[in-house]
């Protein structure tokens, strides 16, 4: 497909009223049905929207839901243990977004009667909520005519103008193309055309609903090489021992409160090294940001006298565990 010329004047008037008519008539053809667009609650809205940060779509469902049984109020979330919490989101990784979570909760009771804010600059001053994610709240639930920028969003704007759009930049154009009648839902369907046909690889530029309005109509060129991954290989314990005939006990370990990562929450004991001639339980692959990880893990080799605490199997799914630790003991089927 022949690449068109960078298109002048585009953000005229006309270009944002085609821009956005065609991209909300798709997205109110083909979105995606979502748990959390069943319900414009900003509670349900707030919930989905620190989850899915950083975080895949299909990971999220589940903990979404889940998480609401636990939780179903801001008043229920706010009343909890911090230890409850960590438990509720473990899995999803990034903890200090379920640690920030409940201290807002707690401001939301405290200081707003158990209502949440209904501007974004409002919205903004609660722990753990930055510019975009008060941006979605806003829009979504209270209508607020403010635009959201995301890794998708900035993909998508980037693309249609050609240009390199960083920092403030990036925020004008969004606010400027925004249909503010319908600003929660032009915000979704931006994003929603990021992480479905204007993927960072290989766009899917003939399902594009605004394909002929697009600089690019496809990658734009590259600034630079992406970040090498780095490789490693890491080793832990796995100690089991029954109580009796119908379940056990696990061994786990807790990282330490001023940990930088993850602090206070509970693990396997890793191992420094194996010498051992056997072979592994078994072996896993797991990778954080640019580091992809080799993980074997071994029955046996860590004393509870040293460290940790055996943990009864029926026990772990209240237990905040890193996502590494469930991913270990879901592969020994004891999650």
């Known amino acids: 497909m022949k690449k068109p010329q960078s298109i002048p004047g585009l953000l005229s008037n006309s270009h944002r009223r085609r821009f956005r008519r065609s991209l909300l008539a798709w997205y109110d053809r083909h979105r995606r049905d979502l748990p959390w667009r069943a319900s414009r609650d900003p509670y349900c809205v707030w919930l989905s929207e620190i989850m899915l940060q950083q975080t895949r779509v299909a990971a999220v469902i589940e903990h979404y839901r889940n998480f609401l049984r636990r939780f179903p109020t ?3 979330l706010a009343a909890a243990r911090e230890a409850s919490v960590l438990a509720a989101w473990s899995g999803l990784g990034y903890y200090r977004r379920a640690r920030m979570m409940h201290a807002a909760a707690k401001v939301i009771v405290r200081e707003h009667g158990g209502k949440f804010p209904a501007s974004e600059e409002k919205l903004r001053a609660l722990p753990g909520i930055g510019r975009y994610t008060a941006a979605a709240i806003a829009s979504i639930a209270f209508d ?4 959201v920028v995301d890794g998708n969003v900035e993909r998508v704007l980037q693309r249609q103008s050609g240009k390199r759009l ?10 400027r193309l925004l249909e503010a009648k319908r600003p929660g839902d032009f915000n979704q369907a931006m994003m929603e055309l990021g992480a479905v046909a204007c993927t960072p690889r290989a766009p899917l530029c003939l399902t594009c609903p605004v394909v ?3 600089a690019t109509r496809g990658e734009l060129a590259s600034a630079g090489k992406p970040a090498r991954q780095k490789k490693r290989e890491i080793h832990y314990a796995l100690n089991y021992r029954n109580r009796d005939i119908r379940d056990g006990e696990v061994l786990l370990v807790q990282r330490a409160g001023d940990a930088s990562l ?3 929450m509970w693990e396997l004991p890793e191992l420094a090294s194996t010498n051992d001639e056997r072979s592994p339980a078994f072996t896993l692959r797991h990778s954080i940001t640019v580091t992809d990880y080799t993980v074997r893990v071994w029955r046996g ?6 460290f940790g605490k055996w943990i009864p199997v029926e026990r772990l799914g209240k ?6 630790a469930r991913k270990i003991l879901r592969k020994a089927e004891m999650l």
């Open 144 to 147: 607020e005519p403010v635009a």
């Open 301 to 306: 080799g860590a004393s509870s006298r040293e």
């Open 74 to 76: 801001v008043q229920k």
């Open 166 to 175: 960083a920092g403030e930049e990036l925020w004008t154009w969004a606010n």
């Open 262 to 264: 993850m602090p206070g």
């Open 319 to 324: 237990v905040a565990l890193t996502g590494l």
């Open 212 to 214: 002929e309005m697009c």
